[in-house]
């Protein structure tokens, strides 16, 4: 049974897309501090917490190299050491690391959210676009 969640006073549902914008959210889990959406067009997995913002799910091609870099002061200056140490290609097929540079190039482009707070990243925003950016193009490198 899928769930959605709607805005009481118009009984749509209150959320949309952030990809597809007109298409509204399925609410897939509801939790105290964090509700769970997914796209049914895209199929791209969402979060929000209370009182947050929408933002992409963790293990959305975008959290992962976030991931990384929780703990790490000036990531930029160290994308590369990160992306071979994190990502190497014995590890990941061409593929998933090919979707992973279109979701994170098409986030660069054309700006949904506020990526810092996917994994509550302590960088700024500016950092963390600026690590994915670097990043994207360290993938590039491996396949050109």
Not at 16 to 42: A, G, H, M, Q, W
Request: hydrophobic share 35%; charged share 30%.
């Amino acid at each position: 049974m899928r769930l959605r969640r709607y805005d009481r006073d118009t009984m749509t549902c209150a959320l949309k897309c952030l990809r597809c914008l007109n298409v509204f959210l399925e609410e897939r889990d509801s939790y105290t501090s964090i509700d769970f959406f997914e796209c049914p067009n895209c199929h791209r997995r969402y979060a929000r917490r209370k009182g947050g913002n929408l933002t992409y799910r963790w293990l959305h091609p975008i959290s992962l190299p976030l991931y990384t870099i929780l703990f790490v002061r000036n990531p930029v200056a160290r994308t590369n050491e990160i992306t071979e140490m994190q990502f190497p290609p014995d590890q990941f097929s061409i593929d998933r690391l090919r979707h992973m540079v279109e979701e994170i190039d098409l986030e660069l482009e054309s700006p949904t959210q506020q990526v810092r707070e996917i994994l509550d990243n302590p960088q700024s925003e500016a950092e963390c676009r600026e690590f994915l950016r670097a990043f994207s193009l360290c993938l590039k490198s491996r396949w050109q």
